[in-house]
Each structure stands twice: as C-alpha cells, then as structure tokens.
C-alpha cells in the first residue's frame, strides 16, 4: 500500500519540534507547511475580547506579528513558497487551510510535511484536511518542557528577577491557558488518532532523538515512507530554507525576532546529549504536572531506538 503523501509533525511547543522539521525540511521531494492551524489559533485569541484583559501583554504579541508581516511585505519575493495571511487578507478559516493542505503537490515533490503544535486544532479534529494523512508526534519530558517554556516566557515577559521566582502554573501562560483548550492536548489529539484514523500513529522521544540520533530519524522516514539517506543526519545552518515554507510565515519571523526559535533556525543537526532528567523549581511543578501522565503513556508507544 502506498504511504499517504501528507505528513502531521504535532507536538507541544518547546519539544524539539523546530530543529527535527528543519532537518525533514532538507529531505528529498519534501515541502514544509509551519503551524498553519497556528495562524487560525491566534486569529481566535486576538479577536477574543477577554484576551487583552487576561494578558495585556498580549498586545505586544499581537503588535510584534504585525510589524513581521509588514516586513515581509517590503520582501516579497523571499517567500518563494507560501504565506498564508495571519491579520488580512483572509481569516484563515479550516475550510480556507484545508483547501490549501488537499491540494496537489507542487511538481518534483513528494512529500508535504505539516509542523504544527497539537493545542492549535485542539477540540477542532472534524476540521483536518480530508484524504489520507500519516500522523505523527514528538514527546518531550515534561521537566525539560517545563524549563523551556520558563525560559520562553521569561524573554516574552522582560522578566529580570529570579528565574525560580517565575511561576509559569495555570494562568500565566499566554498561549496555552485558555478556556478552549483541554489538558494536554497532545494526549488528547494522539487518543483521537488511535481512535478514529490509525492504530499506531509514529511517536518520537526528543531525549531518543538527541540521544540516538541516526536510529530515530531512520526509523521515523521507514516509517512515514521516506527512503533513509545518511545525508539526512545534517543540513546547512542557513535559515534560508525558511523562504520555501508554506504558512501564515509571519509568525515563523516574529519567532525568530523574539528568540524563540533562534538556535533550531540556525543548527546543522540534532545536538546530542540530552543529560539526566533535571529536577523542577516549585514555580515549573504545577506546569509540568499537566502533561506527566499523556508522556508516560506515550513514551510507552515511542519507536524505540536499537540501543537505549
């Protein structure tokens, strides 16, 4: 049976999740579509009335996307692939994305690769895109999303105080504490894709994948139907391969702008070592308790690394 050509990378932000799409972004015949169902999530929450309310600095955010889609705009042609419009031109409804995602691929691709975190179609799954698709996920440990997601916020706040002062627990999180999300969407998306489209959708552990590298990548192409290249253990550190990505780009510049993503942008593999499991300050317990149970069930389904 032919492997569907559509690829779903999902996962929680500070996973891992950028540097592994850059590398599948250099694979052979593949296209990349960025967090398309982003654009809609943000659309939602800006023009949510209580979002301002909730985290004035939100405004910044919001202000920030602008100021990156006008730059792109004075560039026009940098984005060779697609930029679907966050603020105008369109509201990016699901119908609107999905349309874009069913179409054919552009001609000499094979694969079309979909990044996108798992909180973004969550409560939404009668909205993705019809036809065959291959779903697949990549877990982090939660202590380690936790201090990233610290990390993140810190820089999207100013924060200079003291790090282990900085409460990320329910409600100070601007992106993922809102009533229209469920707990661990992750989990909650994975359950649905058992359920409903595949029996063993492909897990990925981000600790595997720094860890043994060549094992996971090579499983995880066998697995998708990519033919496995060694070349595809490395790439080139430009971030240009960016301007050939399809998506509401806008939000791919602003993370770059605010650091979110620098290094992933910049890399030329998977950085090995993960290192022991860190312990939690107090302020990140709270956080990474909503995502122990969904990891521990599926890290259970992972592929396995040959050596662990």
Same mark, same amino acid.
């Given at each position: ?147 990233? &997601? ?9 924060? @200079?105080?003291?790090? %282990? $002062? +900085?409460?990320? #627990? ?5 992106l993922l504490e809102w009533d229209m999300l469920s707990k661990d969407p992750i989990y909650r998306l994975w359950n649905y894709v058992r359920e409903n489209l595949e029996p063993n959708p492909v897990v990925i552990d981000a600790d595997d994948l720094q860890n043994h590298t060549s094992d996971v990548m090579r499983k995880y192409c066998e697995a998708v139907g990519i033919p496995w290249k ?43 070592? &993960? ?9 990140? @317990?709270?956080?990474? %308790? $909503? +995502?122990?149970? #969904? ?14």
């Open positions: 049976m032919e492997q569907p050509k559509r690829i779903f990378l999902w996962s929680n932000m500070r996973s891992m999740s950028t540097v592994f799409a850059k590398g599948l972004a250099h694979m052979d015949g593949v296209i990349m579509w960025k967090h398309p169902y982003m654009g809609n999530y943000f659309n939602r929450i800006f023009r949510n009335p209580t979002t301002f309310e909730k985290f004035p600095g939100m405004r910044t955010v919001l202000d920030e996307i602008k100021g990156s889609a006008a730059s792109i705009d004075t560039v026009k042609d940098q984005y060779e692939g697609g930029n679907l419009r966050l603020q105008r031109d369109h509201p990016l409804t699901f119908e609107y994305i999905n349309e874009q995602l069913e179409k054919p691929l552009p001609e000499g691709k094979k694969f079309m690769f979909v990044k996108e975190h798992a909180f973004a179609i969550d409560g939404h799954y009668d909205k993705l895109p019809e036809g065959p698709s291959k779903h697949t996920f990549i877990i982090r440990h939660p202590n380690r999303l936790a201090l990233s &997601a610290r990390k993140t916020l810190i820089r999207l706040y100013q924060y @200079e105080g003291n790090p %282990d $002062e +900085f409460d990320i #627990g329910p409600g100070t999180n601007p060694e070349k595809y253990l490395s790439w080139p550190a430009s971030d240009e391969y960016t301007k050939y990505f399809y998506g509401a780009m806008e939000q791919v510049v602003w993370a770059k702008k605010v650091g979110m993503i620098t290094s992933a942008s910049v890399s030329t593999h998977i950085r090995p070592g &993960a290192g022991e499991i860190p312990t939690l300050p107090k302020c990140c @317990e709270e956080f990474a %308790d $909503e +995502f122990r149970e #969904g990891y521990r069930v599926m890290y259970e389904h992972r592929i396995k690394p040959d050596r662990v």
